[in-house]
């Protein structure tokens, strides 16, 4: 978060990764007991990351390890730039090699000529990663603040009630109700593709130990930390 990861003012000790993960940790329990107290409501927690997935935080921790106790899924956000094709693919690689599932991809569509958007929604639907294309934001260069505050509260208020973004929460809020229904059931199928492995054929009785061939375990992803990563 931008707020709990800003460094510290001079004359104040640096924070640890520790208690950023702590106050983080906090902050988000506060928030679900808050959305959970009004009945048949649900909502979505965003932790924005400030820079990219392998930005230091305020220790220089990459920002990938720093929230990867944290056991969040992250929602990638694609560059639109030149060369932001390669930087977007490189930072899911990041997450995916540190156990991050990632939940879904966003990008912006400037109608460049990279076609950055179109690229990188085949390539993670590939991936089985949906990629979700939002309205490109305000041209701001030129105008004073007040015109800026007005064009993006526009933009904001346009794009929040529109399908685009209606998409990605419905894909957050299915991803973590299936997530929720798999970690519900891993003690019974740990139990079956682990331990069973383990157990001897036959009773010991006065026999030797049987020798225990430990049978390798299956891939699958971990149950990772929703961040919302810059590339």
Same mark, same amino acid.
């Given at each position: 978060?931008?707020?709990?990861? =800003? ?13 950023? #993960?702590?106050?983080? +940790? ?11 107290? @009004?009945?048949?409501?649900? %909502? ?10 392998? /930005? ?15 056991? *969040?899924?992250?929602?990638? @956000?694609?560059? $639109?730039? *030149? ?8 930072? =899911? ?11 879904? @991809? ?16 085949? +390539? ?9 294309? *939002? ?6 260069? %030129? ?10 509260? =526009?933009?904001?208020?346009?794009? /929040?009630?529109?399908? $685009?973004?209606?998409?990605? =929460? ?11 229904? /798999?970690?519900? /059931? ?11 492995? +383990? #157990? ?5 009785? %006065? ?15 971990? $149950?990772?930390?929703? #961040? #919302?990563?810059?590339?």
């Amino acid at each position: 978060m931008r707020q709990l990861g =800003a460094r510290s003012c001079a004359n104040l000790a640096e924070p640890s990764d520790e208690h950023i #993960l702590h106050r983080l +940790y906090s902050r988000l329990r506060e928030t679900a007991s808050t959305s959970t107290s @009004v009945r048949g409501t649900a %909502g979505v927690a965003i932790v924005e990351t400030a820079g990219g997935v392998l /930005s230091p935080g305020p220790s220089g921790t990459l920002q990938a390890d720093l929230y990867r106790p944290m056991r *969040l899924p992250a929602v990638l @956000v694609g560059d $639109h730039r *030149l060369g932001g094709i390669g930087s977007t693919i490189s930072a =899911a690689e990041s997450l995916i090699m540190r156990g991050y599932d990632i939940d879904a @991809v966003i990008c912006f569509d400037d109608q460049s000529k990279y076609e950055n958007a179109p690229y990188l929604s085949e +390539y993670f639907e590939k991936m089985d990663i949906p990629a979700f294309t *939002l309205p490109w934001i305000p041209q701001m260069e %030129g105008i004073s603040e007040k015109e800026e505050a007005d064009r993006m509260t =526009a933009y904001y208020q346009t794009n /929040s009630r529109g399908r $685009h973004l209606y998409q990605v =929460a419905d894909r957050l809020i299915e991803t973590h109700t299936r997530r929720t229904v /798999s970690m519900d /059931s891993i003690a019974s199928r740990t139990k079956d593709t682990i331990w069973r492995e +383990y #157990l001897p054929s036959k009773p010991l009785g %006065g026999s030797p130990k049987p020798e225990i061939q430990p049978k390798a375990l299956p891939n699958n992803q971990n $149950h990772a930390p929703t #961040l #919302l990563c810059l590339p």
